[in-house]
């Protein structure tokens, strides 16, 4: 069964409108992390844990926001979405010796 | 500033042949370059990796080839088979850290 799963795996929203991702890992990963995937960007990161109640700013975390309140999920949060975040977005996560990271299946967001 | 570079962004080599696909970085404080393979709808996952310590991988038929002088490194998918079409994309790890920092990605794919 698939260890990093994410939901839901498309949402439309609409521009303004509140947006959550869910990102759950069975792996027992102190690690996540989440992506979002663009042509002709590739992965970028937004935002990742170390644990439990623990989020760190990625490299373009500017209109999302990261919770983590278990060793499990990892939600990514946009307040108010704008077509800008129209992407596919994956979580990860790690066992935090960065050798590996296991990716969820990702999420097509559409804000329209 | 991108620091891991991708060459080629696309990549058509028929099957049989040997598909090249380059990587470059600019931080000499990375020791660790995993590839992560991605078919269409799914997420990345790991192929093979190398540490900055050695100048060749190998995997089956793939295998990466590192110069750390020169700050490059190549994954040679060699007997290409169509289930090897995908995307490829080169990550890079370093000083201590343990997030990922990803190219842009290599779409390879593999006439019959």
């Known amino acids: 069964e698939a260890a990093v799963t994410q939901s839901p795996r498309n949402k439309v929203a609409v521009t303004g409108g509140k947006v959550t991702l869910s990102c759950n890992q069975t792996?027992?990963?102190?690690?996540m992390y989440w992506y979002r995937q663009d042509t002709g960007h590739g992965l970028r990161l937004i935002h990742y844990s170390y644990g439990a109640g623990s989020t760190e700013k990625g490299d373009i975390p500017d209109g999302y926001k990261a919770s983590r309140p278990s060793q499990e999920n990892f939600s990514l949060i946009l307040e108010l979405a704008t077509p800008s975040q129209t992407s596919v977005y994956f979580c990860?996560?790690?066992?935090?010796?960065?050798?590996?990271?296991?990716f969820g299946p990702g999420t097509r967001l559409t804000v329209l | 500033q991108q620091q891991v570079r991708q060459s080629p962004q696309s990549l058509t080599v028929w099957e049989g042949e040997t598909a090249i696909l380059n990587c470059s970085y600019e931080n000499s404080a990375f020791d660790y370059f995993p590839w992560y393979q991605q078919f269409p709808g799914e997420g990345p996952a790991l192929l093979i990796s190398i540490l900055s310590v050695s100048n060749k991988k190998e995997d089956g038929r793939f295998t990466i080839f590192f110069n750390k002088r020169e700050k490059k490194l190549s994954l040679h998918i060699a007997d290409s088979q169509p289930g090897d079409s995908a995307t490829y994309f080169c990550?890079?790890?370093?000083?201590?850290?343990?997030?990922?920092?990803f190219g842009k990605g290599t779409q390879l794919i593999i006439q019959p």
């Open positions: 792996n027992n990963h102190n690690n």
């Open positions: 990550a890079a790890k370093g000083g201590g850290a343990d997030r990922l920092t």
């Open positions: 990860a996560s790690g066992d935090g010796t960065g050798i590996e990271q296991y």
